[in-house]
């Protein structure tokens, strides 16, 4: 009852579950490194439909086999879901607090785990980063520069000592880039450090948007979702923690021409390789930018993320939550 009841309460009815295809798109392969992970007979199975826009997932390990976490960001709300109990409702509102009306994706995006496993979320109309703190509310980590509020952080990751790197484009904004209410007159991708100090990384890029660290954490990968130059870009991190001058890993434009959609979220295998969202499709990226192949649903795609065994993807794809199982 529990379940049924906070499926109804927000919009994502039984008859739209039911509806919901089993599986869907195609796996393309581009090199032969990319049979190591999915071929032409690997399956992008449909957990769940029936949302509005997903985005941020975040796997949660624990007894009960782990859960997966994700935002519906016009909904204002994070979902869970687990394969023995399907999807319910984690928590609304997620986002944004306020009582009158804060546009169209009010709510969280990107999600992930602190040192301490608390869930730490990007909030747009709140226009922070935020902690859910254990017992108790959440606490705001951060959401000024140099006294001035953030546009709407967008996605985010730790690297080992805590240190947390995240992106601030204005997508959350009720008008976006022309907002009134926006301070900063531009789009950065900045390092909260352990100490609290916050560090504008660099500000080129137009749209930041997905963020990911490598395996060694060398390397900052941030996608760019800017229509007019839709890539993924490699910063090295130097030992001051500032970044290197960045290169083009890969140019997403011509691919905007079979299917919709940008570069947004991405997430990093253990081996180095970048399963990157972009146009109709995960892209599959070697470290140095090879496209390996690509896990095509046809449809918008925001963002993906491992088990904690990296034994499934879970893409969040429009309305859609999926997962396609590792080879």
Not at 119 to 147: A, F, I, N, P, W
Not at 187 to 206: A, F, I, N, P, Q
Request: aromatic share 8%; net charge negative; glycine share 12%.
């Amino acid at each position: 009852m529990r379940k049924l009841l906070s499926l109804l309460l927000l919009g994502v009815a039984t008859c739209g579950v039911a509806q919901t295809p089993s599986t869907i798109g195609q796996i393309e392969v581009l090199a032969p490194e990319m049979e190591t992970y999915a071929d032409a007979a690997s399956k992008i199975e449909v957990l769940a439909g029936g949302f509005t826009w997903t985005e941020g997932p975040v796997w949660i390990a624990d007894d009960g086999g782990g859960h997966l976490l994700f935002s519906d960001i016009p909904r204002n709300s994070i979902f869970r879901w687990s394969q023995s109990r399907g999807v319910e409702l984690f928590m609304r509102p997620s986002g944004y607090t306020g009582v009158s009306y804060y546009g169209l994706e009010p709510g969280s995006n990107g999600l992930t785990l602190d040192a301490e496993h608390r869930l730490t979320m990007c909030e747009h109309g709140d226009r922070r980063v935020s902690v859910l703190s254990r017992g108790g509310g959440k606490r705001t980590l951060v959401d000024r520069y140099q006294g001035k509020r953030l546009n709407s952080p967008n996605d985010l990751t730790f690297d080992k000592s805590g240190n947390l790197y995240f992106t601030d484009p204005p997508y959350g904004l009720p008008e976006r880039a022309d907002d009134p209410r926006r301070e900063l007159d531009f789009c950065g991708v900045y390092r909260l450090g352990v100490d609290g100090s916050l560090t504008l990384l660099t500000k080129e890029m137009t749209r930041p948007n997905g963020i990911a660290l490598s395996p060694d954490e060398k390397t900052l990968y941030v996608a760019q979702s800017d229509p007019e130059r839709p890539i993924w870009m490699a910063f090295p991190i130097g030992d001051d923690g500032k970044l290197a001058q960045g290169k083009v890993l890969h140019d997403a434009k011509p691919a905007m021409e079979e299917y919709p959609g940008l570069p947004d979220g991405m997430t990093v295998k253990t081996d180095g390789t970048i399963f990157g969202s972009g146009p109709g499709a995960i892209y599959v990226l070697s470290p140095v930018g090879k496209l390996l192949g690509r896990i095509i649903t046809g449809g918008r795609v925001s963002n993906c993320t491992f088990d904690a065994e990296e034994t499934y993807l879970y893409i969040t794809a429009d309305k859609f939550l999926c997962r396609i199982k590792m080879k």
